[in-house]
């Protein structure tokens, strides 16, 4: 099994600055087989971006995606009040794992 | 409107079997274009991933489920289900049905989750 270690654990970012999340992999994931999700109480995961990079249909441009090696960053350009939320990647080369995710919260 | 509904029992007792329905609306399950899934989080947890079904009637499990779960899916219907046997109180979560896009393979539609809790 593919283990996926985010950090930090939680992050305190003030609206309008920038996040940064980190997502490691145990082991080689495809670039292609990763994905970002936003998980808000009482709601289903959104997915973000996928294939590391690609943000899906509608996820605003704030968003971003990169990856170098096994790391994996989500980046929120300029934090917007409906951000303040969990972050969970996720890789689907094998058998799909999620890390066990980002708080964003309000500083 | 696409949408996917989660529907079962919100309690089920300790060694019994756990039997949740996903209603499909909006986009057939018997498309090439899609797989179908559950996806579960216990209280405080990271999500794991359960179950997948093609549209080829292929199944692919979570190898540390240990037999216990089956997904399965009704065409007829446009609906799919899963069962889990011999549930215990680690089994509790919430259980949300999901649709992989196979263009993209990551989960790109979820249902709203149903809670289920194992006492």
């Known amino acids: 099994e593919i283990l996926m270690t985010q950090s930090p654990a939680t992050l305190s970012v003030s609206p309008g600055e920038r996040a940064t999340l980190s997502c490691r992999a145990s082991?080689?994931?495809?670039?292609?087989?990763l994905a970002w999700y936003q998980k808000k109480p009482g709601q289903a995961p959104r997915l973000l971006i996928y294939?590391?990079?690609t943000r899906a249909t509608g996820v605003p441009g704030r968003f971003s995606g990169s990856v170098s090696g096994t790391d994996f960053t989500l980046t929120i350009s300029r934090l917007e009040p409906e951000d303040f939320a969990l972050y969970y990647c996720q890789q689907y080369g094998g058998s799909p794992t999620f890390g066990r995710g980002t708080k964003v919260e309000l500083k | 409107q696409l949408r996917l509904q989660e529907s079962g029992p919100g309690l089920v007792k300790p060694s019994e079997t756990l039997s949740l329905t996903c209603a499909v609306s909006g986009a057939s399950i018997g498309s090439s274009n899609y797989h179908w899934g559950w996806i579960r989080q216990p209280p405080g947890k990271e999500p794991q991933w359960l179950a997948t079904?093609?549209?080829?009637?292929?199944?692919y499990y979570n190898p540390s489920l240990n037999s216990r779960v089956t997904i399965s899916s009704d065409t007829s219907k446009n609906q799919f289900s899963l069962k889990l046997t011999s549930v215990t109180a680690a089994d509790t979560g919430v259980y949300y049905c999901?649709?992989?896009?196979?263009?993209?393979?990551?989960?790109?539609?979820w249902g709203q989750g149903t809670m289920v809790t194992v006492s």
């Open positions: 294939g590391a990079s």
């Open positions: 082991q080689g994931v495809a670039s292609s087989h």
């Open positions: 999901v649709r992989r896009d196979i263009m993209i393979l990551a989960f790109d539609l």
């Open positions: 079904i093609y549209y080829t009637k292929d199944t």
